[in-house]
């Protein structure tokens, strides 16, 4: 059974940063491109990030040029690396493969406000 357990999250102030890891398990990790994704209360969820199965930037969406999206395969682990935060920001944020599969993790929460 395929696991994602993200955590990280938390409240910070605009112009603020966290760092965000999602362990998986259940699957060969390694061979998949994964991706991060958002979901903001009263709308539908998004992908924020994606990585490549080796590690290879892909295209970054919905909050281009402060999010980094990086994974450490030894770990089955992929991280999402957030700065510049603004309150839209403001979501609960999970992983799974890219494209999503329809199992997904708990999210961990950011809240970002002054």
């Known amino acids: 059974q395929v696991q994602f357990v993200e955590s990280g999250g938390g409240s910070v102030q605009p112009g603020g940063s966290l760092r965000l890891s999602c362990v998986v398990s259940?699957?060969?990790?390694?061979?998949?491109?994964m991706g991060w994704y958002r979901q903001a209360p009263g709308k539908q969820r998004e992908l924020v990030a994606t990585?490549?199965?080796?590690?290879?930037?892909l295209p970054v969406f919905s909050m281009r040029g402060r999010v980094t999206a990086s994974r450490d395969n030894a770990k089955n682990t992929i991280y999402l690396q957030m700065n510049n935060l603004k309150p839209e920001d403001t979501a609960v944020y999970y992983c799974?493969?890219?494209?999503?599969?329809?199992?997904w993790g708990q999210g961990t929460p950011v809240t970002v406000s002054s």
């Open positions: 799974n493969k890219h494209p999503s599969t329809d199992i």
């Open positions: 990585v490549g199965a080796s590690g290879a930037a």
């Open positions: 259940g699957m060969t990790f390694s061979i998949y491109a």
